[in-house]
């Protein structure tokens, strides 16, 4: 069995602590977190000691893989001293808030030979991963559009915007479905409730083969949304993740008739199938907790290892920069 430890059991880390204490293939070995409200949580789901400080779980060799759910700032820090201590380590995005630290990180995870993994959880979600194959295999033609949006009313957050506690996921799954970084991109946002920390923020991405995405940001939208859609030359796919049926395939287009005498005819559409496909929905955070015992178990490298989760901090500080220039294209190469 994988002997873990997890950095951070607030918010989000508890779920870390409940995954890992229910699969049988791995046994919880301690949590760390410097607040004391956490034990009580945590014994909730397993009968584990909770310390203070991370330095313990470190120096533990009965230690073998350690899950950094921490807050983003220290997320570098965490991973690298990790690795430093001989440990495998998933960490939860983003990766770092700089590209150079997440390239260096990477280079370490290499150097250290062991299983580094960032939580880019939407990469483990089943539709996520079946949009991946209808894109790979040309079912949707040559993509040319991606739109996403991940909105709603979400925790009040002053310490960071909604690009760096969104974007990450909208970003990677992009990455993931284009298999290349953008080439520039541009950002705007707006503070609605703190002074210098954007709420909305709006994302445009250019590639260099001509294709476009577009991911909108917000914390303060009345409606959840958590919506992909991707526009080939030959069908359309939408993935919902609010909705029941997560992904349909649209099979139509769109075509200008030669004359119309009335505006509703202006826009003809051709009619085409929808195709729903039946996808078997498991927890997206099990997936991934799978997928990292497997890494370490076969020594594979992990579909969101650090080189992976470079590019997305790579396209995230470009995006920052933007954002600071008041949507100022940023060519990707400036922050290399």
């Known amino acids: 069995m994988l002997r873990v430890a997890v950095l951070g059991a607030g918010a989000w880390g508890i779920h870390h602590v409940r995954v890992i204490a229910a699969d049988p293939?791995?046994?919880?070995?301690?949590?760390?977190?410097?607040?004391?409200?956490v034990a009580a949580h945590v014994h909730k789901l397993a009968a584990v000691p909770v310390v203070r400080d991370a330095a313990i779980v470190l120096a533990d060799p009965a230690v073998d893989a350690v899950v950094v759910a921490s807050p983003s700032c220290t997320h570098a820090s965490l991973a690298a001293a990790c690795l430093a201590a001989g440990k495998h380590v998933l960490v939860e995005k983003p990766l770092a808030m700089d590209t150079p630290t997440a390239v260096a990180l990477a280079g370490a995870a290499r150097a250290a030979g062991r299983v580094a993994m960032v939580g880019h959880l939407m990469l483990f979600h089943p539709a996520v991963v079946r949009l991946r194959d209808l894109v790979q295999s040309g079912a949707l033609g040559a993509l040319r559009y991606l739109t996403s949006t991940r909105a709603g009313l979400g925790r009040i957050r002053s310490d960071e915007s909604a690009l760096w506690s969104f974007g990450p996921h909208d970003l990677s799954m992009i990455d993931f479905l284009l298999g290349r970084s953008?080439?520039?991109?541009t950002a705007r946002g707006q503070c609605v409730l703190h002074d210098g920390v954007e709420d909305v923020v709006f994302v445009s991405l250019r590639y260099a083969g001509g294709e476009l995405a577009h991911v909108q940001l917000s914390r303060v939208s009345p409606r959840k949304e958590r919506r992909l859609v991707a526009v080939g030359t030959d069908k359309l796919a939408e993935l919902d993740d609010v909705a029941a049926d997560k992904l349909r395939i649209y099979g139509?287009?769109?075509?200008?008739?030669?004359?119309?005498?009335?505006?509703?005819?202006?826009?003809?559409?051709?009619?085409?199938?929808?195709?729903?496909?039946?996808i078997v929905m498991v927890e997206p955070l099990h997936l991934q907790l799978q997928h990292f015992v497997d890494c370490v178990q076969t020594g594979a490298t992990p579909r969101t290892d650090f080189d992976s989760a470079a590019r997305i901090t790579a396209v995230l500080a470009a995006a920052q920069r933007s954002l600071e220039r008041d949507g100022a294209p940023v060519d990707l190469e400036?922050?290399?």
């Open 25 to 37: 293939r791995c046994r919880l070995v301690t949590v760390a977190d410097p607040d004391d409200a």
């Open 182 to 185: 953008p080439t520039s991109i």
């Open 252 to 278: 139509r287009g769109w075509e200008l008739p030669p004359a119309f005498t009335e505006y509703a005819e202006f826009l003809a559409l051709r009619g085409g199938d929808v195709h729903i496909p039946q």
């Open 334 to 336: 400036e922050l290399r």
